[in-house]
């Protein structure tokens, strides 16, 4: 059957806002501000200061955090359970659902905040009623929440038929809020939303089933998921044994709907697999061009890209005598070298690998952070994304308890150039979210909000400079808004600082006016080394009055490789325990 195939490709780039143990509830217990001693009151007074669509049926009250702040689980009726963290008067509180928080901290042993009302252990009938809306046949095994954003929840499940979804509900999710089922298979697998609970190789397989239902007579050697609509029609390329292809579509049902022949001029350009070739004469030339440029490939398969830029063509390569793969870009009929992207750093670019596995890459970011002298086992990684000043970023997790890192390369030349451990990043995960990471974050929590921890050494610090727009303005730098330091022209000021969660922020002065501050959350670990850098951007611009120049400041946070080296031409060193500022 010709024609009428939907083939929507997702690209799951979620960010995920999950609850992180911010501080170890202790034994203790003290009434709250609100309903007297019964935790039942006190919950269901929390949960109308959450704005959580909750009537509460049972609530637990199971500690403090740092003396004064109370932590509470609280089961509802007929909806999913919640742990809700009580920070300060006039702050609303925090919470998460039961289903995301861990039941065990990153050292193995069982973590306080975990939920242990029945209601809440067992939610499956919960999400059972949420599911029922979609239609989908999945009668669900397992559940695990994937966190939050301000607009909607997410929960991993897996079905007893070995299919899983990614449930997006309402945040908070509310049980008469609209929900949407993701397929696994959809969910970008370097992402932090990447299914967990299910194997998406067994999932592939439903390819395999509908091509037999088909009668196609295809022995089926390859297969891929293209992507689902919104009503969960999916749909799948298989590569035959005999050289053809097929695109595969199914409902929500899992049943047979429309195939389309990839030979079909109409569906062609969308087929992948079949488009591969093993041409001996075509693959040796790419194997010649893209070992020039230093990529050692035995080209065994390739595949133009659908997207093709003016004279260049775009080519994905496979192969045969290394396991990753890349995306190459060769010069059509216009002088220029041939350039390769790793099937991590080609998302950059917009390119999305499918002959091989982004996994296989992880050898390549290995080798980028140990250039940046920055050693790990990658585990994991993830693509942040890019910035306007054509840096990309991706998050890379090096194993359990293991600090995981930020590598920013530029794209120009895909040349990695900062590797920032993530706690470094932002708040207490920062730009990651990795599971690996998390743990990690939630373990250098603890360690640098321990009691008698050591100071951290923290550096500020301004580089020399010719742009006088820059020069003329002098910058201010605050931690947790107490001023450290103002810097002119050039030069730094070192300080040990208490370990632990902080604010860094940057002021200026300028002639103009007031300025708007620029700053960073950072979590400072004992006896660790952090450097902070101001610096600019100048453009000339068109205003009322003529031409001016328009300064952009930046606050940057350097990796250590390059801190040291900056400070260490400004010759600042530490003091202890005040600010010295280093006079140039």
């Known amino acids: 059957m010709k024609g009428g195939l939907l083939f929507a490709a997702i690209a799951a780039f979620m960010t995920l806002s999950v609850f992180v143990q911010a501080a170890t509830p202790t034994a203790a217990t003290q009434p709250g501000a609100t309903g007297g001693d019964d935790p039942t009151l006190q919950g269901a007074a929390l949960v109308q200061a959450a704005k959580l ?62 939920c242990q009302i029945p209601q809440n252990v067992d939610a499956l009938s919960v999400l059972a009623s949420y599911v029922v809306k979609v239609g989908v046949p999945c009668v669900i095994s397992k559940a695990r929440g994937l966190g939050h954003t301000a ?125 591969a070739q093993a041409n001996g ?47 190459a870009s060769f010069p059509a009929g216009a002088p220029g070298a041939s350039v390769v992207y790793n099937c991590i750093y080609a ?18 970011l290995k080798a980028d952070l140990n250039a940046l002298g920055q050693q790990c086992a990658v585990s994991d990684a993830r693509v942040i994304g890019t910035t306007p000043d054509f840096m990309g970023y ?19 030349g895909m040349e990695p150039k900062q590797a920032l451990e993530c706690a470094a990043t932002g708040r207490v995960t920062g730009e990651c979210r990795l599971p690996a990471n998390l743990e990690a974050a939630a373990l250098a929590w603890r360690e640098a909000t321990a009691p008698n921890a050591a100071p951290a050494t923290v550096y500020f610090y301004r580089i020399p400079t010719a742009d006088l727009s820059f020069v003329l303005n002098p910058a201010e730098f605050f931690v947790d808004g107490q001023k450290v330091t103002t810097r002119w ?27 708007k501050p620029v700053g960073v959350h950072a979590l400072w670990k004992p006896g660790q080394t952090y450097y902070y850098r101001v610096d600019h951007d100048s453009q000339l611009t068109m205003g009322r009055f003529g031409r001016a120049i328009r300064t952009e400041w930046r606050l940057v946070i350097a990796d250590p490789l390059t801190g040291a080296q900056d400070v260490a031409s400004l010759h600042c060193t530490a003091s202890t325990g005040s600010a010295r500022k280093a006079a140039h």
């Open 489 to 515: 022209v050039q030069g730094c000021t070192a300080v040990e600082l208490p370990a632990g969660p902080h604010v860094v922020t940057e002021e200026w002065g300028s002639l103009s006016g007031p300025t």
């Open 281 to 327: 004469e075509q693959s040796a030339h790419y194997s010649t061009l893209v070992r020039a440029v230093g990529y050692d490939c035995d080209v065994a398969r390739y595949a133009p890209l659908k997207t093709q830029l003016s004279g260049r063509m775009l080519v994905e390569l496979a192969c045969a005598n290394r396991p990753d793969g890349a995306i």
């Open 347 to 364: 998302e950059f670019k917009g390119y999305r690998c499918s002959l091989t596995d982004p996994v296989a890459a992880f050898p390549q």
């Open 394 to 412: 991706v998050e890379v997790a090096c194993g359990p308890n293991v600090p995981g890192f930020v590598l920013g390369v530029a794209i120009d």
């Open 151 to 275: 607009q909607a929840t997410y929960i991993e499940l897996a079905c007893s038929s070995g299919r899983g979804y990614v449930l997006k509900a309402s945040s908070p999710p509310g049980p008469d809020q609209p929900v949407q089922l993701i397929p696994c298979l959809a969910m970008d697998p370097l992402s932090s939303a990447a299914c967990k609970l299910t194997n998406s190789d067994f999932q592939l397989k439903v390819a395999d089933n509908l091509a037999a239902g088909a009668n196609l007579g295809c022995l089926v050697k390859d297969r891929r998921y293209l992507g689902a609509s919104a009503d969960l029609r999916s749909v799948y390329e298989v590569a035959c044994s005999n050289g053809k292809g097929y695109m595969l579509e199914e409902d929500a049902a899992g049943r047979l709907m429309r195939t389309a022949d990839c030979g079909d001029a109409s569906v062609s350009g969308s087929c992948a697999l079949s488009a």
């Open 53 to 114: 669509p909750c009537n509460v049926s049972a609530a637990r009250r199971f500690g403090t955090a740092s003396g004064t702040a109370q932590w509470y689980e609280v089961a509802c009726t007929g909806a999913l359970g919640y742990v809700i963290f009580e920070s300060a008067a006039n702050v609303p509180p925090k919470w998460e659902i039961c289903l995301a928080v861990a039941k065990t901290k990153p050292d193995g042993s069982p973590n306080e905040t975990a």
